[in-house]
Structures are given as C-alpha cells and as structure tokens.
C-alpha cells in the first residue's frame, strides 16, 4: 500500500461517540525480511496491517495521516485544535479495542501519555524481537496520545525522538482467556506448553516475520470477540441452535461463513470464519481457522488454528498447523506447522520444514545478527513467490529469500531404468539408475 502525503487536512471523522480527533502515524523505514516490505504491509487475517490500523482509527473517530518524518508529524499535530491526537510509530499494530480503551483512559490526563500493557499472556506471546520499553512489569509502546502538547524539536531518528516527548505510561485494562496447549517434550522432563491467549486488546510492534506469524495466530480470538460484539444476535441464535452445552458441540454452530461458501457435506468445519467463495472438499477439516476470499481446500486436508490468505490454494492430504499465509499461495504440504507462507508462494507435498529444536531457542536473521526467538516450536519463512519442490528440507527459524526456488539435488532422482535389471532382487538408486544393491559405486 502506498504512503499517504505528508499534507495533512481537517480532522473530520466523527465516530459514534462522537468523538473527533486525527492519528498521525511516523514513518519509520522498518522492513520485513525476507519479503523487502514495510510493517504496514504485512499481511494480518485478510488484510495489510496499515489497513487494520486504518479501520481501528476509523472506528474510534480518527482521522488518519501518514508522515516520513518527525517535522511532517508536528506540522500535522498543530493542524488540530481540539480533540484527541495520537501519535504512533507506522510498525505498531493495535486492535480497535485498545485503541478505544487507551483514549478513554486518557481522556482527562494532561499532557502527553503513552499505551502501557501489563506484561501478562497475549503480551508475552509476541514480546521477542521488539523494540519497546519495559517498565517493571509493564511494557510500554510508542504509542502516544499528544493533543496539544508541544512536541520536541525534530530529529533523524523517529524512534528515538518518539520517545524523547516523555510520555506518561497509562496502563490499559484488558481481560484475556489463557488456554495451556502441548507442545513436544523430548524424554521425561516437565511437560512443555505454549500459553496461547484469547482477547481483544492486542499491541504489537512489528518488526520481523516471527511478529507477523504470532500476531496471525492471535488474530482468531481478536477477530472472533470483534465479531461477537458487532454481531451479538447472530451469536445467541448460533449458540441456542446447538441445543446442547456441550463445548465442541458450540464450536461447531460458531462458523461464520461469507457469500457463496461451497463446503462438501462431509466435511468439517468448527469454531471459524470463512471468506467470500472458499470451497472445502470431501472429508477436509477446518477448525479454529481463518480463510479468505476464494481459499479452496482440497479432498482430506486439514487446517487447524491457521489464517490462510485470499485465494490460496491447499492441496489433498496437506496439514497445515499454527501457519499464516499470504494470498495465492499453493500450500502442498504433508504437515507444515508453525511457519509463515509468502505471496504467491508455492510448497510441494514433499518440501520438509522442521519446526522444532531440541535443545535451547530457534534463532532467526534480525537486524543482520541471529536473535533468539525464544521459542523451541517454530518453522520458517517462505518468501513471496518462492518455490520449494520436493525432498527439501529447512532448519528451523531460516528465512527462504522472495523468487528463491530450491529443488532437490540431480542423483536423488531415477532418470535412468536399465532394460536388463534383475527380477527379485533389491534395487537402489546409484547417479540416476537403478543398480542391485551392494552395486553401487
């Protein structure tokens, strides 16, 4: 998505509140790699999250302005004489909730004040690998709300004069559901778990690919409370024509579907939100999950907690776990979990991921140094257009570049089957034929 001129207008947008105000977002020449592109267009669950900022601005009574630099910022900040501004770095991802609970809780402060999280579930879950400020048991954004107050003389460096205004921390009240999932534990050791959080109060600072997978994975709680509390009705009529109480027999009513869904009957489908046109095959499963615009699921596949993008394609027999995808990707795969699939991408049945370490943290390219993840459960990335074909298999935590394709080595394959092999007796593949084992050279 394109920037925005850094010539700012009037502060028109009215929410229902009736509130009035304007969100300036700094630029901050953050890119994610390997796909070369800014935070802003980082794919979050059917959308860029500049789109997503764009939206919880919208529906808080903000009017948005883009700028590229600290001086553009204080000329669109005096452009508004009265109600709420909020000045934040382009790289910060924030849910409408958040938003609107840090603008109320700050309605009435004076001067400047920042969006702090308790560190709590969902916080953690995606702190590695950020730039934010910590402060005792509080992390703190650079998210800020500014008003009228005057700003500090502009400098090179975006961030660091963000934080020279001297925002007070404001700590924003949040309420999560905390589901303890199992992950793989080698031998007899204490069980290792993965504390995954549902709710709707989400701020993250995007700053790599790790953050654009997590973030993913936690929009399916985000974007499910957003659409139970826009769609209330809907909810309750869902709920009560399960006639039961029983969880899984909830989970299986919660499936909102978009326009012109074609799923096989022996298919299913629980607890997720489908796109405009998705078809799901015969005896494919789909839970937990979110899938664009024109995804097809194949014959026997299996998605499960994933958010699979716009017109994507996911093949016979494929299992895909705790991914995220960009749109018209091919995902062929016999289990791809915990990764993060580029535009256009394409995976063959056979391309291997392995996903977990054994022993300490997968460590991943940030910043042009290897940084911990923090995770000992974590696949890879895929770039843009990228083609992985058969019998390939990556490390943990690699970042594969756009346009990359990577095939397997010529004597893998039997290019050659000599008319004169031997009848019962075991063959073996030697520089692309077949020779009678022990033959080999």
């Not at 979050?44 to 001086?71: F, I, M, W």
């Not at 911990?372 to 019998?391: D, L």
């Amino acid at each position: 998505m394109g920037h925005a001129s850094d010539r700012a207008g009037p502060a028109l947008v009215v929410s229902r509140d009736g509130v009035k105000g304007r969100a300036i977002f700094l630029e901050t020449g953050t890119v994610i790699t390997p796909f070369g592109e800014p935070s802003t267009a980082a794919y979050y669950s059917g959308q860029t999250v500049g789109e997503a900022q764009e939206e919880a601005c919208r529906r808080n009574g903000l009017e948005v302005v883009r700028v590229k630099d600290p001086e553009a910022a204080i000329r669109a900040q005096k452009e508004v004489s009265t109600g709420p501004v909020v000045l934040v770095l382009d790289r910060v991802f924030f849910t409408e909730k958040a938003l609107g609970d840090f603008l109320k809780a700050t309605k009435t402060r004076p001067g400047p004040s920042a969006l702090a999280l308790t560190l709590n579930a969902s916080v953690d879950y995606t702190l590695p690998l950020q730039d934010v400020r910590r402060d005792g048991p509080r992390v703190i954004h650079d998210l800020l709300r500014v008003d009228q107050t005057p700003l500090p003389a502009p400098g090179p460096d975006p961030v660091a004069w963000i934080r020279q205004i001297g925002a007070e921390p404001v700590e924003v009240e949040k309420r999560e559901i905390v589901t303890e999932v199992p992950l793989p534990t080698i031998g007899e050791g204490p069980k290792n778990l993965l504390r995954y959080p549902v709710t709707s109060t989400v701020v993250v600072s995007i700053e790599s690919w790790v953050h654009v997978l997590w973030l993913n994975q936690l929009s399916f709680g985000i974007r499910w409370i957003e659409l139970l509390r826009r769609k209330p009705l809907w909810a309750l009529w869902r709920a009560a024509s399960a006639f039961s109480l029983n969880r899984n027999r909830l989970l299986d009513r919660l499936v909102w579907r978009g326009r012109g869904c074609d799923i096989h009957p022996t298919a299913y489908v629980s607890a997720s939100i489908l796109g405009r046109n998705v078809k799901i095959g015969a005896h494919a499963t789909v839970r937990n999950s979110i899938l664009g615009d024109e995804v097809i699921i194949e014959d026997h596949a299996v998605v499960q907690t994933s958010v699979i993008g716009h017109r994507n394609l996911v093949p016979v027999n494929t299992v895909v776990v705790s991914c995220a995808t960009y749109p018209d990707a091919t995902v062929g795969n016999l289990k791809l979990q915990v990764s993060l699939v580029g535009r256009g991408a394409y995976l063959n049945l056979w391309a291997n991921f392995v996903d977990a370490k054994f022993v300490g943290h997968v460590k991943t390219e940030h910043r042009g140094q290897l940084a911990s993840t923090e995770r000992s459960f974590i696949g890879s990335v895929i770039g843009h257009r990228a083609k992985m074909a058969a019998k390939v298999l990556i490390q943990p935590g690699r970042q594969i570049p756009n346009d990359t394709v990577v095939v397997m080595r010529p004597d893998e394959v039997v290019s050659v089957v000599p008319a004169d092999l031997p009848v019962g007796v075991p063959l073996v593949r030697d520089h692309g034929t077949l020779v009678p084992l022990g033959q080999e050279t």
